[in-house]
């Protein structure tokens, strides 16, 4: 039995004060000091590690006004406050060891779009992809694009002065920013934009902070211009932070936005900001072009700007390889053909958009004509393709986008990691100051991935360490300083688009005698050192120190606490890189919807990684073998056991603390969508190691009388289903509805079908799947036979389904059969039933395994329960038992479209539309296409519809505790979907759990693609 955890790093005592005065006012907005919140929130997207004191989450400006007044309160001077948005940043900018003011929660909406004059002011928790989804209703677009733009948020970008891709066009987040609104930590605000000389006057005279600080500023300006000009290099990525260089624009007016855009939280809360938009461009195009070395692709970007693209971005071979691992790589595979004799080392994705196709086609056949012309072994260029029109050329920018998080997912326990990721040069000199880079990196004897904006001279480079190898930590150290030699003899920048965050040690060295005038700055904003203290600046006269690159915790230092064996057994959620794209914003994206249905982050992927690796920390420094501690579990006697769970159960209930049960909440809150698993590019596993805690946990306390329903359900629904009417009946009583709530923790239970699959095959003429049977099929009949692999809720809830299925592959001529009924497991895995998981699993093999020795396909109906024996099986038997291969019913029918032809039926031509399951579409990215690929062979045409998860989920929509949250991330894109008009009469649905949700929210009726399909087919005859 695994110990109770209950030694956990407190709340300091001034902290909790500062809270219980910040509640005791009228603040509206939330507050958070669990420590799983906390841990949750220690980690971005860094190397590093830092335990903040809790968690604020404002509603409004007014919010973030009292929590700086307070702090102006002298009992709270030494009180830190650290703004976060998306927690995205490489350098540890967001974390802090004080408390974090969460803007991203409720602060985030978009207050307006002007069209007419381009601009949208917005709350600056709104995420960039959200606010372009708005915008472009308007033709329009904010411009910095973003790897992270599915979860950044504006006032993140502001504060990096984030840029990226398309930025020799575009620019930095600050050219794009009009005004902005800062709360300042005396808890007044400013409203900063363009000031002529007249109005900077005014504002100076007064005697308030802002007046200080504009006083402070204009005068570092009149007495330094020149040193200033002499000291920053001219830069596509010029300086983010306090930017000395812009203190005035290009029209000689002040601009405080200059100075906060790339603050990193160190002056103010920007609040608000009016920010820039641009027209969308109607035409957009990429040329691919691979290369026989990454050094030929750096070289040849020089020639490729001659021909005006709009950006030029380049992959080396390393992320290129991870790619073909990943889910993304089907869509963009025909761009990158692998041809005999090739080796591609490097693509470049140049880039042409415009506002007509005329126009962009000019551009694209003068550079392709360049290439074909001049294609030699002095350039390099090996091939080259076309993506024309912007849903081909967001393909492969979604590629691009997700380097990052694929570098993460490379094989061993060296990773790369983000350090010296985003040095900016001159970019005529980038391929030499690369090739040097790699020398420095060679030296080492350590691997890298490099990609990065090549038009602009920013390339991130990401050596591969394992931090956990205490030997490796000090490379962080001498890497670092010889990139920083290194940018600086190349007239460079350390930090060229990631903000400088731990690395600002070398922000002295940087500006040398400039250096105290940015403390200047920050007195005047910051005297105290409050705001996000230890980064960029320190307050001139004080005694603050800046935060240093080995001195600031790691995460590795915290991992390598956990034995290797504990962290094999828990490795689906081991390697978390913090990237946080399961932070994603979309609604209409599978992942994550515990995120998307609470916008609470212990509900994501990255926030249950996080906490695992915690509580392994914890069992492992109580010298728990969790290995040995599960095999225990699984042997022990029920019986015997229940005395020490109940009691510990009874101990839970009394209020004793555990931080197991703060994780026990978290994963809890899991929808095991297994969204994850195909769309983290890490695979992070969260339904995997869910299960293997759940079983750990529940050795040490009682389980909820709901879980032995679900584990069960297999097992009784073969018999319940034999008395439809009354059970039926008896589950429609709102009596027995508000009991099974109660004390089961069950709502909306499904009804069973009026059919019985057993007694109604016979009567159809449904063959059942028998050695006998298959035997004696002729060599012909076996060419064309299939066997159908039941699960418990498509068989006795929807056997209408399995009866019409079977109708359809005969009527189209195939021999199909139907394999006896056999527990799956899937309910007990969810539920972290292990061992009744792996019995279950072992018999439903036995069977499955005997019928596919006769060498015919089988093939599931439910894409969950059928994919559970890629994943759940494959993980549980390993290399010790072979899964045959189940394939999903479109993935076998797709392979006989030759025999499809041959039978020539057409319908009349129509278009419907698919609404995916999230486990089908994330894990199986084939699945849609196939269906589209059928569809193509009846006439039809088959749309696949953009929503998110229905909320469903197997039986999480089922479990009372966790309905409101099932119809939130209903609501947050299925509902609309459904009610839509122009799609009611067409929609088909692939999932059991979703055509459920839909019946129980809107009381409609979705049929299964094979449905229609039969309907159709029975009309036509």
Same mark, same amino acid.
């Given at each position: 039995?695994?110990?109770?955890?209950?030694?956990?790093s407190p709340?300091q005592?001034?902290?909790?004060?500062?809270i219980?005065?910040?509640?005791?006012?009228s603040f509206?907005g939330?507050?958070?000091?669990?420590?799983?919140?906390r841990?949750?929130?220690?980690?971005?997207n860094?190397?590093?590690?830092?335990?903040p004191?809790?968690?604020?989450?404002?509603?409004?400006?007014?919010?973030i006004?009292?929590?700086?007044?307070?702090s @102006?309160?002298?009992?709270f001077h030494?009180?830190?406050?650290?703004?976060?948005?998306?927690?995205?940043?490489?350098n540890?900018?967001?974390?802090?060891?004080?408390?974090?003011?969460d803007?991203?929660?409720?602060?985030?909406?978009i207050?307006?779009i002007?069209?007419?004059?381009?601009?949208a002011?917005?709350q600056?928790g709104?995420?960039?992809d959200q606010l372009?989804?708005?915008?472009?209703?308007?033709?329009?677009?904010?411009?910095?694009?973003?790897?992270?733009?599915?979860?950044?948020?504006?006032g993140g970008?502001?504060?990096?002065?984030?840029s990226?891709?398309g930025?020799?066009?575009?620019?930095?987040?600050?050219?794009?920013?009009?005004?902005?609104?800062?709360?300042?930590?005396d808890?007044?605000?400013?409203?900063?934009?363009?000031?002529?000389?007249e109005s900077l006057?005014?504002?100076k005279?007064?005697?308030?902070?802002?007046?200080h600080?504009?006083?402070?500023?204009d005068?570092?300006?009149?007495n330094?211009?020149d040193?200033?000009?002499?000291?920053?290099?001219?830069?596509?990525r010029?300086?983010?932070?306090y930017d000395?260089?812009h203190?005035?624009?290009?029209?000689?007016?002040f601009?405080l936005?200059?100075?906060?855009?790339?603050?990193?939280?160190?002056?103010?809360?920007?609040?608000e900001?009016?920010?820039?938009?641009l027209?969308?461009?109607?035409?957009?195009?990429?040329?691919?072009?691979?290369?026989?070395?990454?050094?030929?692709?750096?070289?040849?970007?020089?020639?490729?700007?001659?021909a005006?693209?709009?950006?030029?971005e380049?992959v080396?071979?390393?992320?290129?390889n991870?790619?073909q691992?990943?889910?993304i790589w089907e869509?963009?595979?025909?761009?990158?053909?692998?041809?005999a @004799?090739?080796?591609?080392?490097?693509?470049n994705?140049?880039?042409?958009?415009g506002n007509?196709?005329?126009?962009?086609?000019?551009?694209i056949a003068?550079l392709?004509?360049t290439?074909?012309?001049?294609?030699?072994?002095?350039?390099?260029?090996?091939?080259?393709?076309?993506a024309?029109?912007?849903?081909?050329?967001n393909?492969?920018?979604?590629?691009?986008?997700?380097?990052?998080?694929?570098?993460?997912?490379?094989k061993?326990e060296?990773?790369?990691?983000?350090?010296?990721?985003?040095?900016?040069?001159?970019?005529?000199?980038?391929?030499d100051?690369?090739?040097?880079?790699?020398?420095?990196?060679?030296?080492?004897?350590?691997?890298?991935?490099?990609?990065?904006h090549?038009?602009?001279?920013?390339l991130?480079?990401?050596?591969?360490?394992?931090?956990?190898?205490e030997?490796?930590?000090?490379?962080?150290?001498?890497?670092?300083?010889?990139?920083?030699?290194?940018?600086?003899?190349?007239?460079?920048?350390?930090?060229?688009?990631?903000?400088?965050?731990?690395?600002?040690?070398y922000?002295?060295a940087?500006?040398?005698?400039l250096?105290p005038?940015?403390?200047?700055?920050k007195?005047a904003?910051d005297?105290?050192?409050?705001?996000?203290?230890?980064?960029?600046?320190t307050?001139l006269?004080s005694?603050?120190q800046l935060?240093?690159?080995?001195?600031?915790?790691l995460?590795?230092?915290?991992?390598?606490t956990?034995p290797?064996?504990n962290?094999?057994q828990?490795?689906?959620?081991?390697?978390?890189?913090g990237?946080?794209?399961?932070?994603?914003?979309?609604?209409n994206?599978a992942?994550?919807?515990?995120?998307?249905?609470?916008?609470?982050?212990?509900h994501?992927?990255?926030?249950?990684?996080?906490?695992?690796?915690?509580?392994?920390?914890?069992?492992s420094?109580q010298?728990?073998?969790?290995?040995?501690?599960s095999h225990?579990?699984?042997q022990?006697n029920?019986v015997?056991?229940?005395?020490p769970?109940?009691l510990?159960?009874?101990?839970?209930?009394?209020?004793?603390?555990?931080?197991?049960?703060?994780?026990?909440?978290?994963?809890?809150g899991?929808l095991?969508c297994?969204?994850?698993?195909?769309?983290?590019?890490i695979?992070?596993?969260?339904?995997?190691?869910?299960a293997?805690?759940?079983e750990?946990y529940?050795?040490?306390y009682l389980?909820?009388?709901?879980?032995?329903?679900?584990?069960?359900?297999?097992?009784v629904?073969?018999?319940?289903?034999?008395?439809?009417?009354p059970?039926?009946w008896l589950?429609?009583r709102?009596w027995?509805?508000h009991?099974t709530?109660?004390y089961?923790g069950?709502?909306?239970?499904?009804k069973?079908?009026?059919?019985?699959l057993?007694?109604?095959s016979?009567?159809r003429g449904?063959?059942?799947a028998t050695?006998?049977?298959l035997e004696?099929?002729?060599?012909k009949?076996?060419?064309?036979?299939?066997?159908?692999?039941?699960?418990?809720?498509?068989?006795?809830f929807?056997?209408?389904?399995?009866?019409?299925i079977?109708e359809?592959?005969?009527?189209?001529?195939f021999?199909?059969?139907?394999a006896p009924?056999?527990?799956?497991?899937?309910?007990?895995?969810v539920?972290g039933f292990m061992?009744?998981?792996?019995?279950t699993?072992?018999?439903?093999l036995?069977?499955?395994?005997?019928l596919?020795?006769?060498g015919?396909?089988?093939?599931?109906?439910?894409?969950?329960?059928?994919l559970?024996?890629?994943?759940e099986?494959?993980?549980?038997?390993?290399?010790s038992?072979?899964?045959?291969?189940?394939?999903l019913?479109?993935?076998w029918?797709?392979?006989?479209?030759?025999?499809?032809?041959k039978?020539?039926?057409k319908?009349e031509?129509?278009?419907i539309?698919l609404?995916?399951?999230?486990?089908?579409k994330t @894990?199986?990215?084939?699945?849609?296409?196939?269906?589209?690929?059928?569809?193509?062979?009846?006439?039809l045409?088959?749309?696949?519809?953009?929503?998110?998860?229905?909320?469903?989920?197997?039986t999480?929509?089922?479990?009372?505790?966790?309905?409101?949250?099932?119809?939130?991330?209903?609501?947050?894109?299925?509902?609309e979907?459904?009610?839509?008009?122009?799609l009611s009469?067409?929609?088909?649905?692939t999932?059991?759990?979703?055509?459920s949700?839909?019946?129980?929210i809107?009381?409609?009726n979705?049929?299964?693609?094979a449905q229609?399909?039969?309907t159709?087919l029975k009309?036509?005859?």
């Amino acid at each position: 039995m695994i110990p109770k955890l209950s030694e956990i790093s407190p709340t300091q005592s001034k902290y909790l004060q500062f809270i219980e005065r910040l509640k005791a006012s009228s603040f509206q907005g939330e507050t958070n000091l669990d420590y799983a919140n906390r841990v949750v929130l220690s980690t971005d997207n860094s190397i590093y590690q830092v335990l903040p004191q809790g968690i604020i989450y404002p509603k409004s400006v007014e919010d973030i006004k009292l929590v700086t007044q307070l702090s @102006n309160n002298p009992d709270f001077h030494d009180i830190v406050l650290s703004p976060r948005g998306g927690g995205t940043g490489t350098n540890g900018q967001s974390l802090s060891d004080g408390l974090i003011v969460d803007l991203s929660k409720h602060m985030n909406k978009i207050l307006e779009i002007n069209k007419e004059e381009g601009w949208a002011r917005v709350q600056t928790g709104v995420v960039k992809d959200q606010l372009n989804r708005a915008a472009k209703q308007h033709g329009l677009f904010f411009a910095p694009e973003l790897s992270t733009s599915n979860r950044a948020t504006i006032g993140g970008m502001i504060n990096t002065d984030a840029s990226g891709q398309g930025s020799v066009m575009y620019g930095k987040t600050r050219d794009h920013v009009i005004e902005l609104k800062t709360v300042l930590l005396d808890g007044s605000i400013i409203d900063s934009t363009t000031l002529k000389d007249e109005s900077l006057d005014a504002i100076k005279s007064g005697d308030n902070r802002a007046a200080h600080i504009h006083k402070t500023i204009d005068a570092i300006h009149a007495n330094k211009r020149d040193e200033i000009a002499r000291k920053f290099p001219t830069l596509n990525r010029c300086l983010t932070g306090y930017d000395l260089a812009h203190i005035r624009d290009q029209n000689n007016q002040f601009n405080l936005n200059n100075i906060l855009c790339g603050s990193e939280g160190t002056l103010g809360f920007i609040v608000e900001a009016k920010i820039n938009l641009l027209a969308i461009p109607s035409v957009a195009a990429l040329v691919n072009i691979r290369y026989s070395s990454f050094e030929h692709s750096l070289r040849h970007a020089q020639e490729l700007l001659k021909a005006n693209p709009t950006s030029i971005e380049t992959v080396d071979s390393k992320v290129l390889n991870l790619a073909q691992n990943d889910i993304i790589w089907e869509s963009v595979e025909p761009f990158f053909p692998s041809k005999a @004799n090739e080796d591609t080392q490097g693509i470049n994705l140049v880039e042409y958009t415009g506002n007509s196709v005329e126009e962009v086609q000019a551009q694209i056949a003068k550079l392709t004509k360049t290439l074909e012309t001049n294609s030699d072994q002095s350039s390099g260029v090996i091939g080259h393709t076309v993506a024309f029109g912007q849903d081909e050329v967001n393909k492969i920018w979604a590629m691009r986008k997700k380097s990052v998080g694929l570098l993460g997912n490379a094989k061993g326990e060296k990773r790369p990691i983000p350090f010296v990721e985003d040095t900016a040069v001159p970019p005529e000199n980038l391929a030499d100051f690369i090739m040097e880079f790699r020398a420095v990196l060679d030296s080492y004897s350590v691997q890298y991935g490099m990609f990065g904006h090549v038009d602009a001279g920013v390339l991130h480079v990401r050596p591969a360490l394992d931090l956990k190898d205490e030997s490796q930590e000090p490379m962080i150290r001498e890497i670092t300083d010889k990139v920083v030699a290194l940018t600086q003899k190349y007239n460079g920048l350390l930090w060229g688009e990631h903000g400088k965050g731990v690395r600002s040690e070398y922000a002295p060295a940087f500006f040398g005698d400039l250096y105290p005038s940015i403390q200047e700055i920050k007195r005047a904003f910051d005297p105290r050192n409050q705001l996000n203290p230890g980064k960029i600046a320190t307050p001139l006269k004080s005694d603050s120190q800046l935060l240093k690159i080995d001195e600031v915790p790691l995460r590795g230092k915290f991992d390598r606490t956990i034995p290797s064996k504990n962290r094999e057994q828990f490795k689906e959620g081991m390697y978390c890189n913090g990237n946080g794209g399961c932070y994603n914003f979309d609604p209409n994206d599978a992942m994550c919807p515990s995120w998307k249905g609470t916008r609470e982050r212990v509900h994501s992927p990255k926030g249950r990684a996080s906490l695992m690796r915690e509580w392994l920390r914890g069992m492992s420094e109580q010298g728990i073998d969790v290995v040995s501690e599960s095999h225990k579990a699984k042997q022990k006697n029920a019986v015997f056991n229940f005395v020490p769970k109940l009691l510990n159960t009874l101990s839970k209930r009394r209020g004793d603390y555990d931080f197991s049960h703060e994780v026990h909440e978290s994963m809890m809150g899991c929808l095991a969508c297994k969204s994850c698993v195909g769309q983290c590019p890490i695979k992070v596993d969260v339904p995997e190691f869910r299960a293997k805690f759940l079983e750990l946990y529940y050795a040490r306390y009682l389980r909820p009388a709901k879980d032995y329903l679900i584990g069960s359900l297999e097992y009784v629904m073969p018999y319940a289903s034999h008395f439809p009417t009354p059970y039926n009946w008896l589950i429609s009583r709102s009596w027995t509805q508000h009991l099974t709530s109660k004390y089961l923790g069950f709502v909306d239970a499904p009804k069973f079908s009026k059919l019985n699959l057993k007694k109604e095959s016979p009567r159809r003429g449904i063959r059942l799947a028998t050695p006998l049977a298959l035997e004696a099929l002729s060599p012909k009949d076996r060419r064309r036979a299939v066997i159908i692999a039941q699960d418990a809720f498509t068989s006795y809830f929807e056997t209408e389904l399995v009866l019409d299925i079977m109708e359809l592959l005969t009527r189209l001529g195939f021999q199909a059969f139907l394999a006896p009924y056999k527990p799956n497991g899937k309910p007990l895995h969810v539920h972290g039933f292990m061992k009744s998981f792996e019995r279950t699993a072992k018999k439903n093999l036995d069977m499955l395994q005997g019928l596919r020795f006769f060498g015919i396909p089988i093939i599931g109906v439910d894409p969950s329960m059928t994919l559970t024996y890629r994943s759940e099986y494959e993980k549980t038997f390993g290399t010790s038992r072979k899964v045959p291969n189940i394939q999903l019913l479109q993935e076998w029918l797709a392979t006989h479209t030759e025999h499809l032809n041959k039978r020539n039926i057409k319908f009349e031509e129509e278009t419907i539309h698919l609404l995916g399951h999230c486990t089908e579409k994330t @894990n199986a990215p084939s699945s849609i296409k196939h269906w589209q690929t059928i569809f193509s062979q009846f006439g039809l045409n088959l749309e696949s519809v953009a929503v998110g998860c229905c909320g469903m989920a197997g039986t999480y929509g089922h479990e009372s505790k966790n309905l409101e949250t099932s119809k939130t991330i209903y609501g947050l894109s299925w509902k609309e979907a459904i009610n839509n008009p122009a799609l009611s009469d067409s929609l088909v649905a692939t999932g059991y759990s979703c055509r459920s949700q839909v019946k129980r929210i809107d009381d409609k009726n979705l049929p299964h693609p094979a449905q229609l399909l039969l309907t159709k087919l029975k009309a036509a005859e």
